[in-house]
């Protein structure tokens, strides 16, 4: 994990966000869309976030966050620096425990999310961004992801800006990338509103 900027939407991804999305690489280069259950728990502390996927145990902090103001002043979110660790359930049976807790307890503080996640990344050389085939590695870049939600029967998309590089150099790298990205940006307005990690989505969604 590091720099990421992210903004949620209710309803389906826009027919013009997406070709607009797919326009931000070659043919070759734009995987599949993703189809992922991730089952979150519900801490209601924004700089926190615990999530289950495929059996493993994904701890996020988040570390520091701010505003962001790219593009010539289009974009405006909420930048927020992340560390990741993962655990791994050996017994490949945690996530069918939690599951089965979800169905029986309305109560519980874990929700249950699905998602169609269409991701695309970038290699910055320094002065420019390049496509990543899939599968490279990328030390220094961006991902972009574009990806509808639905969490109690209700739909949401989000959009997501996620830096690979350290310290300075993540702010410099979100910010020639949000510079070329948002020229012709479709979609709508992207505000410090609607700005903010999964955490605060699912306490404002789900609270």
Not at 32 to 51: E, F, S, V
Not at 99 to 115: F, G, Y
Request: charged share 25%; net charge neutral.
């Amino acid at each position: 994990m590091g720099l990421e900027i992210r903004w949620f939407f209710p309803g389906l991804i826009p027919s013009s966000v997406e070709y607009w999305f797919q326009r931000q690489t070659s043919q070759q280069f734009l995987p599949a869309a993703q189809k992922l259950t991730d089952i979150y728990l519900q801490t209601w502390d924004y700089n926190l976030g615990l999530k289950l996927r495929n059996g493993s145990l994904d701890v996020k902090w988040r570390r520091r966050y701010g505003e962001f103001i790219g593009a010539v002043g289009k974009v405006n979110g909420q930048a927020e620096d992340w560390i990741s660790w993962v655990w791994r359930d050996t017994e490949g049976n945690m996530g069918q425990r939690i599951q089965e807790s979800i169905r029986s307890d309305p109560q519980s503080p874990w929700i249950e999310v699905t998602k169609e996640r269409l991701q695309i990344r970038d290699v910055f050389t320094g002065n420019r961004f390049i496509a990543a085939r899939p599968g490279d590695q990328v030390e220094r870049g961006c991902a972009i992801e574009l990806t509808n939600i639905r969490v109690r029967d209700k739909w949401w998309w989000t959009l997501a800006l996620d830096i690979f590089g350290s310290g300075g150099e993540a702010t410099m790298i979100l910010h020639q990338r949000a510079e070329t990205l948002f020229t012709d940006y479709p979609g709508p307005e992207l505000t410090l509103e609607q700005s903010y990690g999964y955490p605060q989505w699912l306490s404002s969604t789900t609270g």
